[in-house]
């Protein structure tokens, strides 16, 4: 089955710096990658996702890249806020339909 | 509309116990996966249910179990707890726009 790597686990960052968030998969087959963010106590929430037939798309302040033949994905955060600090989880699954399998998540954190 | 509806909100049960949660989907979907969440080991993934009918399941041993019922909305149970179940339990609704997450189901097992 599908296996998704996850690097960093913790990123400490100032407000205004970027941040980046990288992603390896296994299955060549996979074609959706969503990236979600997790406030503390909350749930996590899509903030953007990606599909194979692009390799970059952008939303405000968020972008993701993907490199289809290194099987591997990155969220970029620019001009970061206090407000961006969460855990943020990458994800990989073969369609939008199918099981999404997730890394073990990113906790970014902005110091004012 | 209303999101992804998850009861109760927080459990505490006994090892050796028993337990169900409750999962109501976005009005309309149709598919709803549940995933375990524990510090350090994200989201892992337990089984997805699409108009009553499992059809996948992740790697978690017979105690986990689930099921939809015609209005779309999905029951795990969790038999002979052990205190490694303690954990959020997440319940996803799917479109095409991906899933939508509930607020979970804090579960401690004593």
């Known amino acids: 089955g599908e296996n998704v790597e996850q690097h960093p686990s913790t990123l400490s960052v100032q407000e205004g710096d970027s941040a980046v968030i990288k992603c390896t998969y296994s299955d060549s087959a996979s074609n959706y990658f969503p990236w979600y963010k997790q406030e503390l106590g909350k749930r996590p929430q899509l903030i953007i996702d990606i599909r194979s037939n692009v390799g970059e798309k952008k939303d405000q302040r968020i972008a993701v890249t993907l490199n289809k033949t290194a099987k591997h994905f990155s969220l970029h955060i620019t001009e970061t806020q206090p407000e961006d600090s969460a855990v943020y989880f990458c994800a990989a699954s073969y369609s939008g339909y199918s099981t999404l399998t997730f890394g073990k998540g990113t906790m970014l954190l902005v110091s004012p | ?110």
Request: with cysteine; glycine share 12%.
């Open chain 2, 1 to 110: 509309k209303a999101g992804v509806t998850q009861t109760p909100r927080y459990l505490i049960k006994t090892r050796g116990q028993q337990v169900t949660l409750s999962c109501s989907p976005i009005s309309g979907h149709r598919s709803v996966s549940w995933y375990q969440q524990t510090p350090g080991q994200g989201l892992q993934f337990l089984f997805e249910y699409f108009s009553e009918t499992q059809r996948n399941k992740g790697n978690f041993p017979g105690r986990f179990s689930g099921r939809q019922f015609s209005n779309s909305r999905s029951e795990m149970n969790v038999s002979t707890l052990e205190l490694g179940d303690s954990a959020l339990y997440l319940c996803a609704s799917r479109s095409e726009g991906g899933y939508t997450f509930g607020s979970g189901t804090r579960l401690t097992v004593v």
